[in-house]
């Protein structure tokens, strides 16, 4: 490309980032939001960070660049990378049944039992129904006794033959990973990815929520008007599904990671393993029809969705728990993503990422904000 033409497309890149800046900074001043934040990223580097709102309905504290707001299952994709890595290192392997990492783990039959692989874990493929016992995490059972009440479920499909989403069974990659590297999930992943990219305001818990005291309070919606309310810890107790906390800055850096911007963390076989089709998901397909978005398929990878987005190819995951929304997403072919956090989980939330897509792909554009057909975010951990 020459440099006239390197030129016009960055101004016209340029143009569409800013063209979708002013509508957002319109669409921010909805009731659908007490505290946001939106960054985009492009060729590894932050072209746009946007900050509204405060961190608690009532009072003062303005949202900002550093503050932490809780990430639901976007924390997936960190522990899908972690896995990939330790898998590069010959710590473990993708085909490596489940149940020689942890034992607890029963379905309905041991051979089903033994088929189930990390691989399965990582991409949903464990033949469990959709959310399986999530609400008895929610009540206060342990992760380790829902494990060993799987058995007394049917299972959807065959382990490893089609998608059932998952949070309590997902996180048994977190059992693999310290068995293999002899420290804690958290301690792991803190080495290998999250102080090497300098992801200072990452944490995990409610401890870690509020250990910078700059952190986003979650809002539910009482009498047509946003509230303050506590924090609910069910999902912390799965930290490799659920657990993580971050702010805009260092969510920014992970997915500039993830593009391919820091390959002394995360090597390029290592991305490409992440975003690799694993399952087609239906299910999603048929929301995304609903939502009226222009995606064609969706398929799950590892901690990661994989959409054809009008012809396009967007890797993305979103995360939801009471009063909060997150979600990352990027275009591989054009290197450009965004990061999306907000302590409601108001239906414009949601419509941030497709309004940027249009800018983005230069694709006819809808005005996603007005659109009435679009839900709010679903209520499970992983809004997916």
């Known amino acids: 490309m020459s440099a006239p033409a390197a030129s016009a497309q960055l101004t016209k890149e340029a143009r569409a980032t800013q063209a979708f800046a002013a509508e957002l900074d319109e669409a921010a001043k909805a009731p659908d939001f007490v505290g946001l934040a939106v960054a985009v990223v492009r060729d590894g580097r932050i072209v746009l960070t946007r900050t509204y709102g405060v961190r ?42 489940i149940v020689q990492s942890v034992p607890q783990f029963k379905l309905k039959t041991p051979r089903d039992t033994a088929r189930v692989t990390i691989e399965d874990i990582l991409s949903h493929r464990t033949g469990l129904p959709p959310f399986a016992y999530d609400n008895l995490l929610e009540a206060g059972t342990t992760p380790l006794e829902i494990l060993n009440k799987y058995g007394g479920l049917k299972l959807s499909c065959a382990p490893g033959s089609c998608f059932g989403y998952q949070n309590t069974s997902f996180n048994m990659i977190a059992a693999v990973i310290e068995q293999a590297s002899g420290k804690s999930y958290t301690q792991t992943l803190r080495d290998q990815i999250l102080d090497p990219l300098g992801m200072k305001t990452a944490s995990f818990g409610l401890e870690g929520l509020k250990s910078t005291g700059n952190w986003a309070r979650p809002h539910i919606r009482k009498n047509d008007a946003w509230q303050a309310t506590p924090v609910k810890e069910p999902y912390y107790k799965v930290p490799a599904a659920g657990g993580m906390n971050a702010s805009i800055t260092d969510l920014s850096r992970w997915l500039a990671a993830q593009m391919g911007a820091r390959p002394d963390v995360l090597p390029p076989d290592v991305v490409a393993e992440l975003r690799k089709p694993r399952v087609s998901t239906p299910s999603e397909t048929n929301r995304q029809r609903i939502l009226k978005t222009p995606v064609k398929s969706t398929n799950y990878g590892l901690g990661w969705r994989v959409f054809d987005y009008a012809g396009h190819k967007l890797v993305n995951h979103s995360g939801g728990v009471e009063g909060y929304f997150a979600m990352v997403a990027w275009l591989p072919e054009k290197n450009s993503g965004i990061v999306i956090l907000s302590n409601t989980r108001g239906a414009r939330a949601g419509k941030i990422l497709p309004t940027w897509l249009d800018y983005e792909l230069g694709l006819p554009k809808t005005d996603w904000f007005r659109l009435s057909e679009i839900a709010e975010a679903t209520t499970a951990t992983g809004s997916d």
């Open 56 to 97: 608690e309905a009532g009072r003062n504290e303005k949202v900002t660049p550093d503050t932490v707001f809780r990430l639901a299952s976007v924390s997936k994709g960190f522990a899908g990378a972690l896995a990939a890595i330790e898998v590069r290192e010959g710590k473990f392997g993708w085909e490596d049944p």
